[in-house]
C-alpha cells in the first residue's frame, strides 16, 4: 500500500510538472501575438499585466482565509513576487537589442541555477546522475530556441542580462520552495501575485508604455486569457512544490520550449497569419536532436 501511494505521488507531481510548462507555453504564443501585432509595446503590455496579477492578489485577500500568516512571510511572499517581476524587466529589455530567439532559450538556463540554490539554501541533494540529466535537458531547451549553432562565442550582453533574469526567477522558486512548507499555497499565490503586480506596475515610469496603454486596454481579452493561464500555471507549479523537491520540479520546466515547437508548427500550418515557424533542413535536424535531449533529460530526472 505504501509503495502505491508513493508512486501516486510520484505521478501527481510529475503530471502537474509536465502541465505547468504546457499553459506557460500557449500563454507566450498569445503574449507574442498581442505584442507583436496588437500593442507594439511590451511595457505597455506589462503594465495591464500588472493589473491582471493586481486582481488575483486582491481575490485571494478577499476569499482565501488567511489564518496565522506572520508579517515576515508576507513580506517574503512579496518579495518572492517582485524578484519575479525583475526577471520579466530584464527579459523584456534583454528583446529590444537582442534576438528574440536567442533570449528565449536562454530563459532555460534557469534550472541550472535553481538546482543550485536548493542545494545551497534548501539542503536538497540530488544523486550525480540527476546533474547530467538535468544539464542535458537544459542544453536541449536552449538549442531548440536556436536556429542554427553559431561558432561565435555567446557571452554577449544579451547572455548576462539572461544570466540576471534567471537569477531572479531561480530566487523566486527558491522562496516558493521554503515558504510552502509553512504556507498555503494560495497564500503564496496571493502574496506573490501582489508582489509581481507591484514589480510590474513600475512599467507605468516609461513615457512610451503610458502612450501605448489606450493600445494595450483593447487587448485586454488577450491579457485575460494569457494571465488566466499563468495563474493556473504558477497554482500548479506551487502544488506540486508540495509533493516533492524544488530541484525536481523546477528542470521539468526545460520541456516548455518543446511545447512552443509544437504549438508554433500547428499554427503555422492552420494559421499562418497569426504565426509563421520557417524551418529549412537544417534547423529541423537541430530541433529534433532537441527534441531527444530534452524527452531523455526529462525522463531520467522524473525516475
Known sequence: MFAYCSLVMVQTWLLLALLSPALYAIANVIDKFAVSKRVQNCFAYLTMISAAWFLAALATFIFVPWNDVTISQILLGIVAGLSYSGGYYV?????????????????????????????????????????????????GAILIGLEKIEIKPMMRKGFWLMMVSCFFWATTNVINKY?????????????????????LSFSLLSKDARKHLSMAFKCWHFILVSEGLNFAGVLIFLYALTLTDLSLVSPIGAVQPLYLLFLTIFISIFKPQI??????????????????????????VAM
Request: glycine share 8%; aromatic share 14%; no cysteine.
Open 179 to 199: 515558504m510552502i512548507e509553512s504556507l498555503s499555497f494560495w497564500n503564496m499565490f496571493g502574496l506573490q501575485a501582489l508582489g509581481l503586480s507591484l514589480g
Open 91 to 139: 527579459y523584456f529589455y534583454s528583446l529590444t537589442f537582442e534576438e528574440a530567439s536567442r533570449v528565449v532559450s536562454l530563459i532555460f538556463l534557469s534550472p541550472i541555477i535553481v538546482v543550485g540554490f536548493a542545494a545551497l539554501f534548501l539542503g536538497e541533494l540530488l544523486p550525480i546522475w540527476k546533474y547530467g540529466a538535468i544539464l542535458l535537458a537544459v542544453v
Open 275 to 300: 504565426l509563421k515557424e520557417v524551418i529549412n533542413r537544417e534547423t529541423l535536424v537541430l530541433k529534433v536532436v532537441s527534441v531527444l535531449m530534452i524527452v531523455v533529460g526529462t525522463f531520467l
